[in-house]
């Protein structure tokens, strides 16, 4: 299975902060990754797919880039709505994976 | 618009048996491959089986390969995933995902129903 490494796994920030989470990947995924915003008692929310192709509805502070093994989730301008967990999946090969999640903080 | 509501979960022993449900409405069913991910308690996210929009091909996580069996009523646009052989380690809240067309990410979740397995 493709194992996929966020990192970190926890990260504190003040509202207004550029933030980025990265993902890495066992193996080439090419551009089969996703990226999803999971709040307490939630359901998890899809933000990016195909790595940097943003889901209708998500803000534009967010933004996905990377290919092959390494990928990363930017949000340029941290709001008080976004102190959340965020996880990323592989989609190129089953079993389908996710990244162990990273948890974004007040600081 | 699309809406997901999973049901059947509950407090079971090990060893038991369960069925989860989940109801589709707002798309088109028969064109979605469906999906079960869960969630124990405190941890992070686990895909468990997906379903062909057809019903032809099913795919299952190691962890649940030979216990869990995905199924789908196309008539009643409802999915259904059987539990057997249920493990202390199958405590989650499992959630039903959509994929869209030719895609493999989740576009839609329900809400999730918990499923706690326990002596």
């Known amino acids: 299975a493709i194992q996929l490494t966020q990192s970190p796994s926890s990260l504190s920030a003040s509202v207004g902060d550029r933030v980025t989470v990265t993902c890495r990947a066992s193996e080439g995924i090419y551009s089969a990754l996703a990226w999803y915003q999971q709040k307490p008692g939630q359901a998890p929310k899809l933000l990016i797919y195909d790595a940097s192709n943003l889901e209708s509805g998500v803000p534009s502070r967010f ?31 089953y079993p389908l994976t996710f990244g162990g999640g990273t948890k974004v903080e007040i600081k | 618009q699309v809406q997901l509501v999973e049901s059947g979960g509950g407090v079971v022993q090990p060893g ?62 409802t ?13 989650a809240v499992y959630y039903c ?14 809400q999730g129903t918990l499923v706690t397995v326990s002596s």
């Open chain 2, 16 to 77: 038991r048996s369960l069925r989860l449900s989940c109801a589709a409405s707002g798309f088109t069913f028969s064109d979605s491959a469906m999906h079960w991910v869960r969630q124990a308690p405190g941890k992070g996210l686990e895909w468990v089986a997906v379903i062909s929009h057809d019903g032809t091909n099913k795919y299952y996580g190691d962890s649940v390969k030979g216990r869990f069996t995905i199924s789908r009523d196309k008539p009643k646009n």
């Open chain 1, 63 to 93: 933004s996905g880039s990377g290919s092959g093994t390494d990928f990363s989730l930017t949000i340029s301008s941290l709001q008080p709505e976004d102190f959340a967990s965020y996880y990323c999946q592989q989609f190129k090969s």
């Open chain 2, 79 to 91: 999915v259904y995933l059987q539990m057997n052989n249920l493990r202390t380690e199958d405590t």
């Open chain 2, 97 to 110: 995902a959509r994929s869209g067309s030719g895609s493999y990410y989740f576009d839609y979740w329900g």
